[in-house]
């Protein structure tokens, strides 16, 4: 089966400072891998996703991801956080019967 | 318009209630997803529907029992619930299979008692 896990249940940053949030996958075959937001008594909301092609996405909110396959990682990247992006994010990846796999999930806390 | 909507935003049923959940996409989504998630812990899939037919039920107890009247329109009825039930019920939605993501609601906090 797919599957995606995220090795920090706890990230904090400073505002301005730049963010990473990891996340490696195990698939078979080509992944399809998204990365979701998370805001307290709210839905989900999509930020991005890598199907094929290059290897830099760009997302929402400025948010950025890099697919290494060599690694098998899509960590999720902002250059300058926000106190705003304080959340919990979740990676996903499609499973082969098209459901989605989520990871256990980070907290961000971004700190003024 | 991307936006899945639920209803209600609260629900606080007793054991020995039947309630219903609401869910409802005007994107032309033609597969919609009925996920449980507790505190702090990611999404669990429950129900599948896909071009109006259950197509994945993760082994869900009996009570709770989807619909999906039409292809903008998802249901979950609630019956005889048990306290550890008590969670966010996520709507979502997709354009299709594949490379596509899901859409989110807001969705439902119940809590029973």
């Known amino acids: 089966a797919q599957s995606v896990a995220q090795p920090e249940d706890q990230v904090n940053v400073a505002e301005g400072n730049p963010l990473t949030v990891k996340c490696t996958y195990s698939?078979?075959?080509?992944?399809?891998l998204f990365w979701y937001v998370q805001y307290p008594n709210r839905g989900l909301q999509f930020l991005l996703k890598?199907?094929?092609?290059?290897?830099l996405v760009k997302g929402s909110y400025g948010f950025e991801a890099e697919f290494n396959k060599s690694q098998t990682s899509f960590h999720l990247k902002k250059p300058s956080a926000l106190v705003s992006d304080s959340a919990l994010y979740f990676c996903?990846?499609?499973?082969?019967?098209?459901?989605?796999?989520f990871g256990a999930g980070t907290r961000l806390t971004v700190k003024p | 318009d991307t936006e899945v909507t639920q209803t209600p935003k609260h629900l606080v049923m007793g054991m020995t209630n039947k309630k219903s959940l609401k869910c409802e996409q005007h994107?032309?989504?033609?597969?919609m997803y009925w996920y449980k998630q507790k505190a702090k812990k990611p999404p669990e899939l429950m129900f599948v529907?896909?071009?109006?037919?259950?197509?994945i039920n993760e082994s869900v107890p009996s009570r709770f029992s989807p619909e999906c009247p039409n292809s903008s329109l998802l249901n979950l009825h609630l019956h005889a619930l048990q306290p550890e039930d008590s969670a966010l019920y996520l709507c979502?939605?997709?354009?299709?299979?594949?490379?596509?993501?899901?859409?989110f609601g807001p969705g439902t906090r119940l809590t029973v008692t």
């Open positions: 979502a939605s997709t354009q299709g299979q594949g490379s596509y993501e899901q859409y």
């Open positions: 698939v078979s075959g080509n992944p399809y």
């Open positions: 890598y199907i094929t092609g290059d290897n």
């Open positions: 996903a990846v499609r499973e082969l019967n098209n459901d989605m796999r």
């Open positions: 994107m032309g989504h033609r597969a």
């Open positions: 529907y896909s071009y109006e037919k259950l197509s």
